[in-house]
């Protein structure tokens, strides 16, 4: 429901375009690890994802089931709620561990958060959390990085900013694109791996750069 809603929705706010490395959907049972920059980008993440074939299950952060309409869309659709700072934080893997034995394509934002500054400009990824590493050690599953830019044009600043660059966006519809790198496996330790996913989505980030309108020419 919601990878259909965001297929529906995004282009009517910006033009998306997207590129991958591999053709096709993403394979079943890998992780896709995307850097997170705007309370926008999940959307246009979902959408560039469902235009390849794929609809994924989504880690996010657990206040997002707190609301209504939104909440029930995410429990139908077997997402999975991430308790940051919680004894149950450490569920969320073993629920994303299930989705992936279970053929599903699991969506998780390596950096655990939005960037601080409120500007429209999109920053590189920021350092890494240690999960995606962790869930990939313990699944054996193949991540595709995936690198997104323009998303802050859609939604960015204060709570008046965001809202207000929403309503407008159908007006502007700023450009955004999306790129997938080629699956990889992480290997070595935890820290090792941590930084080997951070510099994949920091290259697919990159090449989404290059393929964004606002910086080519």
């Known amino acids: 429901m919601l990878s259909s809603t965001a297929h529906a929705l995004v282009p009517l706010l910006g033009r998306l375009t997207v590129t991958s490395e591999t053709p096709g959907p993403v394979a079943p049972g890998s992780i896709v690890a995307a850097n997170h920059t705007s309370l926008a980008d999940p959307a246009v993440v979902l959408a560039a994802l469902h235009r390849l074939g794929t609809r994924p299950v989504v880690l996010a952060t657990a206040g997002l089931w707190r609301i209504p309409l939104l909440g029930t869309a995410l429990r ?31 969506l998780i934002y390596g950096e655990g958060g939005l960037p601080r500054h409120r500007g429209p400009h999109d920053g590189e990824p920021r350092p890494f959390r240690t999960g995606l590493a962790r869930l990939a050690a313990a699944t054996g599953a193949p991540v595709v990085p995936l690198g997104q830019y323009g998303a802050r044009r859609l939604s960015s600043g204060s709570a008046a900013k965001q809202l207000a660059g929403l309503a407008t966006a159908p007006l502007r519809r700023p450009a955004l694109h999306v790129h997938l790198g080629a699956p990889l496996h992480l290997d070595g330790d935890i820290p090792t791996a941590t930084e080997s996913a951070h510099r994949a989505v920091t290259d697919a980030w990159r090449t989404a750069r290059r393929h964004h309108p606002a910086t080519t020419g």
Do not use: E
């Not at 004894?87 to 629920?95: F, Q, S, V």
């Not at 994303?96 to 034995?101: F, S």
């Open 76 to 106: 139908r659709g077997g997402h999975v709620p991430v308790h940051r700072g919680s004894a149950h934080a450490a569920t969320a893997l073993d629920a994303a561990a299930t989705a992936l034995a279970d053929g599903r394509v699991v």
